[in-house]
């Protein structure tokens, strides 16, 4: 809901704010009276285009502030939460300036944005209707949204969304394949070459480190063989630490019976380090078994080394991936042998998800098709009323090439119509004149209000050309819509007045050389004066008050 609007420096106006509540706000005055220039400040605010002319003589910078109160979920926030702008306040403030170069400064809740982002979250909060400008409900994008939102599809969009998912993840892989196998086969002789290679060379996992340790072992085998000598010669030869620790073994081993548990931990001690030096004479010989001092092996064992690392570099991998390179390389050699067959079996698998995404897509066609009935027998309902009576309105679903499928289906919708007997539906915004068209979009938006819940709707003269029993209905209408959204109408309808639940009065106010425009509250006598003055125009009469007082009074029965 649109809570309040401050604008300053704009054409007639120098300083305006405005408060607003729920429901239908009625917008008067005589012409000229600055009625547009409302509407061009709030357009100004939500991103509508901006011109020079809209500068207020003799100051440097018009601006529009529009304050939203919106609720947690609203599509708007959505918006600011993706592009990191604050947006966990109650209200969404919109802010734009003017300078007299003509550009435009944009702001939501205080903070920098493109004019672009301020219009799309605009979209979202206000919608515009007026007589001869493009709106959001004339473009044919978004009509396939709008009928699935009127036939409550959900579950269908959520279902033909993830098959077409699968189908696109599809036909990427096949393309990928095929590129794959394009560049496999331009290299065919290359990678034979390298398959041979990695094969005749044989590499494993974890072959490289246990090279590396062998080949170290290797280059120092004299040094670790005298070591080893040196090591058994003090252990094992006369006089050594085996002779002496058997030595003292014998002489503890005497001597402990007599010393009542005094040599106890000595004996487990020295008993523990003949052990040991037994275990580590039968280790040295084992070691001194395995010690190979073979110039031939250090040579082969860093030959291979060698030839692995650089096998490695030339794949740009590293020596222990090589083992999974020859398993990948063999793979696509195997297909190129096997004529494709990876290919066959993806093309396989992406046929099955079409004809899945295809058996959805004509179900949920089915399903637009249904709705788009439901739509135009209840705009049929709407349009009587508005004078629309020969009028015919048509939803067309059409169903689209497979080359144009899409997440949200297989068909393309549009809203035509035709105001004429025997003419062909066509387009909205090229059959229907200016105010036939602020009344098929009045017709549209109460069919669809919970379809396309813009919080905030504004009519500029949706009752030109009208007036009536049939500017009663444009006024039953818009009360109608005013229960679930906020609604403004700019009119000159006496009839639409009255239903108003707020009443503002645009006039124009000259001081001096200055003329300026005001807008006021309007209740009770000053409602009823005002209302009489659309009845009976300049001079009102007193039977224009008690026509205006039966309206007024209609409007509240």
């Given at each position: ?15 305006l704010d405005l408060d ?46 529009a304050v939203f109160d ?479 007082n039966q309206l007024l ?5």
């Amino acid at each position: 809901m649109l809570t309040r609007l401050s604008i300053r420096n704009v054409v007639l106006i120098d300083k305006l704010d405005l408060d607003f509540s729920s429901g239908l706000a009625v917008l008067t005055g005589e012409t000229g009276a600055g009625k547009s220039i409302l509407l061009d400040s709030l357009g100004l605010a939500i991103g509508h285009r901006a011109e020079a002319r809209m500068l207020r003589k003799g100051t440097d910078v018009a601006s529009a502030v529009a304050v939203f109160d919106v609720p947690a979920d609203s599509a708007a926030r959505a918006i600011l939460k993706e592009s990191d702008i604050d947006a966990e306040g109650d209200d969404i403030i919109l802010r734009r300036s003017l300078g007299e170069d003509g550009r435009t400064k944009a702001f939501i809740n205080d903070q920098p944005v493109s004019v672009g982002l301020l219009k799309r979250v605009g979209e979202h909060l206000v919608e515009i209707h007026g007589q001869f400008e493009t709106q959001r409900l004339l473009d044919p994008a978004g009509h396939r949204s709008l009928l699935d939102a009127f036939g409550g599809h959900w579950d269908a969009l959520e279902d033909i969304a993830k098959r077409y998912s699968v189908v696109r993840d599809k036909l990427a892989a096949i393309s990928a394949a095929i590129e794959a196998a394009r560049i496999v086969k331009e290299n065919e002789e290359y990678l034979r070459h390298a398959v041979d290679e990695l094969q005749a060379l044989a590499p494993t996992p974890g072959e490289e480190s246990a090279l590396a340790e062998q080949r170290k072992i290797l280059q120092h085998g004299e040094q670790i063989s005298s070591a080893i000598q040196e090591a058994q010669q003090a252990l094992m030869a006369e006089g050594g630490a085996e002779e002496k620790l058997a030595s003292a073994l014998g002489e503890i081993e005497r001597a402990a019976a007599k010393a009542g548990g005094m040599l106890d931990n000595t004996l487990g001690a020295i008993q523990r380090a003949v052990s040991e030096a037994a275990d580590a004479t039968g280790f040295l010989e084992r070691a001194t078994a395995d010690l190979e001092i073979d110039p031939q092996a250090l040579e082969d064992a860093e030959e291979r080394l060698f030839a692995l690392r650089a096998l490695a570099r030339k794949h740009n991998t590293e020596v222990d991936a090589l083992a999974d390179t020859q398993a990948k390389l063999e793979t696509a050699l195997a297909d190129i042998d096997a004529g494709g067959e990876s290919l066959k079996r993806l093309q396989a698998e992406a046929d099955t998800a079409k004809k899945a995404y295809a058996s959805a897509a004509t179900a949920l066609h089915k399903k637009r098709v249904t709705a788009a009935n439901a739509l135009d027998k209840a705009m049929v309902g709407e349009l009587e009323p508005l004078r629309l009576g020969n009028a015919r309105f048509k939803t067309n679903v059409i169903a689209l090439d497979q080359d144009k499928w899409t997440e949200t289906g297989a068909d393309r919708v549009a809203f035509a119509v035709a105001t004429n007997p025997g003419s062909e539906p066509g387009p909205l915004n090229k059959i229907a004149s200016g105010g036939e068209l602020a009344r098929f979009m009045l017709a549209l938006k109460v069919v669809l209000a919970d379809a396309d819940p813009v919080p905030v709707l504004v009519f500029d003269e949706v009752d030109a050309g009208i007036g009536g029993a049939v500017a009663a209905a444009v006024g039953e209408r818009l009360v109608r819509l005013g229960q679930g959204v906020q609604v403004f109408v700019v009119t000159h309808s006496p009839q639409v007045a009255a239903k108003g639940a707020h009443h503002l009065n645009v006039r124009k106010c000259t001081a001096g050389a200055q003329t300026r425009t005001e807008v006021v509250a309007l209740n009770g006598d000053e409602r009823q004066e005002e209302i009489a003055r659309m009845l009976s125009g300049e001079i009102v009469t007193t039977e224009a008050r008690a026509a205006a007082n039966q309206l007024l009074n209609s409007a509240e029965a």
